[in-house]
């Protein structure tokens, strides 16, 4: 079994920043990418960063400059850099991983199999 674990959500008044941390653990030793997408009420989810094993990265473009995704120093691990937060960020983000190879650039939810169970982000105007 695999599981996958976010941490780090939490309410951040405009202009402020989080960090979201993931790990996912189990059986398979090492995942070929992962991910943050978040889900606000009502929306769709939506893509928010990948990065693969190799480190390639995709951004929405709504976060491009802003987030920073990279893998942390323990396998499997996820963080999320978000800065300059803004009220539109505010949503449950989910953090996930791929087991089968993707293509980074075209990435989509559905490249991914394992998804935790979210943590929420709130920020305030």
């Known amino acids: 079994q695999v599981h996958v674990a976010e941490s780090g959500g939490g309410l951040v008044q405009a202009g402020g920043s989080l960090t979201l941390s993931c790990t996912a653990s189990?059986?398979?030793?090492?995942?070929?990418?992962m991910g943050w997408f978040r889900q606000a009420p009502g929306n769709q989810r939506e893509l928010v960063a990948v990065?693969?094993?190799?480190?390639?990265?995709k951004y929405a473009d709504s976060v491009k400059g802003r987030f920073t995704i990279s893998r942390g120093n323990a396998e499997n691990t996820v963080h999320l850099q978000m800065h300059s937060l803004k009220p539109e960020d505010t949503a449950d983000y989910f953090c996930a991983a791929a087991v089968r190879p993707f293509l980074v650039l075209s990435a989509t939810h559905e490249d991914f199999e394992l998804w935790g169970q979210g943590t929420q982000v709130t920020v305030s105007s």
């Open positions: 990065i693969s094993r190799g480190d390639n990265t």
């Open positions: 189990g059986s398979i030793l090492t995942f070929l990418g």
